[in-house]
């Protein structure tokens, strides 16, 4: 069983949904990473958070650490969110490694 | 300044070659990151500088030789790579220690023939 599981694997959309992908881990964390990345592109940090909820724009990220559990949504989806959405956590014994999901195609049809 | 900048952007090389990955930041981070991607896969962690001294590396081949002449830079110089070398190369940087987040760059994609 992989530490940080996501779901679903791969997504589509018509613009204009409100979309929601899930992270669960299996690990304790300190903080909890949502990632973006474009086909063949580099990666933005969409999120870093601990506990609660943070907002940028039309994403929301929410995470409960008693179940060990994250959801990422996107609000009014817009074709330029089609991308690989990637939730990783730090490891319990280094902080500088990272354990990634295996991520969430996204793609959001006009 | 809040990038992470890599170049180059594309590299082709052959096996016997000698090449080298750059990557700048001037955001103050102390903390800089190699990574590997593969296609449809998560990045794989190759090697950390902290303070501009190696704090980690995982176990990767010493084809592959990390170097971060100050806390502003960090190449990864590649020689005798073989066509499995071939993937997306991520530099990440970041203050150290929890709570800090990651800014990645753009990645160079290598091509070894």
């Known amino acids: 069983k992989n530490e940080v599981e996501q779901s679903p694997q791969n997504l589509t959309a018509q613009e204009g949904e409100f979309i929601t992908i899930n992270c669960s881990y299996s690990?304790?964390?300190?903080?909890l990473h949502w990632l973006q990345q474009h086909p063949g592109g580099g990666i933005v940090s969409l999120f870093m958070l601990s506990s609660g909820k943070k907002k940028h724009g039309r994403l929301i990220a929410t995470i409960n650490i008693q179940e060990k559990h994250s959801s990422l949504h996107i609000t009014a989806s817009h074709p330029r969110d089609s991308a690989v959405y990637i939730c990783a956590v730090p490891t319990i014994y280094n902080t500088d490694k990272l354990i990634f999901g295996t991520g969430t195609r996204l793609q959001v049809f006009p | 300044d809040t990038e992470v900048t890599q170049t180059p952007k594309h590299l082709v090389m052959g096996m016997t070659n000698k090449k080298s990955l750059k990557c700048e930041q001037h955001m103050g981070h102390r903390a800089m990151y190699w990574y590997k991607q593969k296609a449809k896969k998560p990045p794989e962690l190759m090697f950390v500088?902290?303070?501009?001294?190696?704090?980690i590396n995982e176990s990767v081949p010493s084809r592959f030789s990390p170097e971060c002449p100050n806390s502003s830079l960090l190449n990864l110089h590649l020689h005798a790579l073989q066509p499995e070398d071939s993937a997306l190369y991520l530099c990440?940087?970041?203050?150290?220690?929890?709570?800090?987040?990651?800014?990645f760059g753009s990645g160079t994609r290598l091509t070894v023939v």
């Open positions: 500088y902290s303070y501009e001294k190696l704090s």
């Open positions: 690990v304790g964390i300190s903080a």
């Open positions: 990440a940087s970041r203050y150290p220690g929890q709570g800090y987040g990651y800014t």
